[in-house]
């Protein structure tokens, strides 16, 4: 079918004109678009998942470094704390937060990892949408339906900012995942279309202008905690998008306001690493000590 949904506007339109929920729509399209069957669109979602749950199990294991020697511990350091102490949130937020972990430090071990919507923000998708499956149980459909969504969300967004650090700032990055998870966290959990969109922009407008200034110009400081604190933040835009608590700017509009913001932004601020974290005392430090060019 020849969908429209080049907005969210458009996307809620055409879910409620057809009575179907958004992974059905986007899979219609893919198929249209790319004249393939629904099973290949379905199928290529679901190798997607699988090198998610192989980074995130590979992850949880590893200790090794990065090159730099900056990062990759992480993981295997919050996963021994959870041993010892259990999360404040429970299991779902242990989860969550190795995950993330798990699946950045794989990214910065040059290991594969599924780029959502980038590189630098690929563990913030996994983590949710695997946890949540491993908690309530979600059958392979059900995680393909719930990364069909998020990955329209990310598509809609993109259409208008450029999913990079070095055009919009962070907010392109881990902003959207954050906002494609939320959605996702509300499929999962049983929301309508206008939840899950509303759950996304939630998550969106809390980000707005966050900057992208990775210390050396890795994608490392601050990229790697980042994908923790927003999965975590999807999750609570999520709870409130399914108490149907709205976002009163509408997520059009904060995706207008987002690509307002990256342009208005410094270029300092914009993956130069001139500025920000980069800039600071310890940021030039860091790389210095590390003999990092
Ligand atoms: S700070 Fe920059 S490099 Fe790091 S994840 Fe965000 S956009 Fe990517």
């Not at 990759?72 to 996963?79: A, E, N, Q, S, V």
């Not at 998020?150 to 962070?170: D, E, H, Q, R, Y």
Request: negative net charge; charged residues 20%.
């Amino acid at each position: 079918m020849e969908y429209s949904i080049s907005t969210f506007e458009k996307l809620i339109l055409t879910c409620q004109n057809e009575n179907k929920e958004i992974y059905e729509i986007m899979q219609e399209k893919e198929v249209y678009d790319f004249e393939i069957s629904i099973n290949e669109v379905r199928s290529k979602v679901l190798r997607n998942i699988q090198v998610m749950k192989e980074a995130i199990s590979k992850g949880l294991k590893s200790s090794e470094k990065s090159l730099s020697g900056l990062c990759g511990d992480d993981c295997i350091k919050l996963t021994e704390k959870y041993k010892k102490q259990s999360a404040l949130f429970g299991n779902l937020y242990e989860k969550i937060t190795t995950y993330a972990l798990a699946t950045m430090e794989e990214n910065l071990r040059m290991n594969r990892i599924v780029a959502c919507p980038t590189a630098g923000s690929c563990g913030i998708v996994p983590a949710v949408i695997i946890a949540l499956s491993e908690k309530f149980g979600l059958t392979e459909e059900q995680e393909i339906n719930a990364l069909i969504t998020a990955g329209t969300i990310g598509l809609i967004i993109s259409n208008k900012v450029p999913m990079a650090g070095a055009v919009a700032g962070c907010q392109a990055e881990c902003g959207t995942a954050s906002a494609m998870s939320a959605g996702a966290c509300v499929q999962i959990m049983g929301g309508n279309v206008k939840q899950i969109i509303n759950a996304s922009a939630l998550a969106l407008k809390n980000l707005l202008g966050l900057t992208c200034d990775p210390v050396g110009g890795l994608v490392e400081i601050p990229c790697v905690k980042r994908n923790v604190f927003l999965a975590v933040h999807a999750i609570t835009a999520a709870e409130l998008a399914l108490a149907d608590i709205e976002s009163k700017i509408p997520p059009d509009q904060i995706v207008d306001a987002m690509l307002q913001t990256g342009q208005l932004m410094s270029p300092l601020l914009k993956e130069t690493s001139l500025g920000g974290l980069a800039a600071t005392k310890n940021g030039i430090n860091i790389i210095d000590k590390n003999c990092i060019k």
